[in-house]
């Protein structure tokens, strides 16, 4: 199936005393927004989202695009 992002929220929280710049922020949002993504089902968008990304999925929403 092929996925659409509507809307996402990445949890930008890091373990080390490194930050992230809201660039960086900026660019994995308009990432996942601007593809769309091939994926069987919800776990597995959020999984190919987070490969893409490098960030964890806090909130998404979504739309299914009929071929």
Request: aromatic share 10%.
């Amino acid at each position: 199936m092929q996925f659409q992002v509507t809307e996402i929220q990445f949890d930008f929280t890091l373990d080390s005393e490194e930050e992230i710049t809201q660039e960086e922020m900026d660019e994995a949002v308009d990432c996942a927004l601007s593809t769309v993504w091939d994926a069987d089902d919800e776990e597995d968008l959020v999984e190919e989202i987070t490969c893409a990304t490098g960030w964890c999925i806090k909130f998404i929403d979504y739309r299914i695009i009929l071929n």
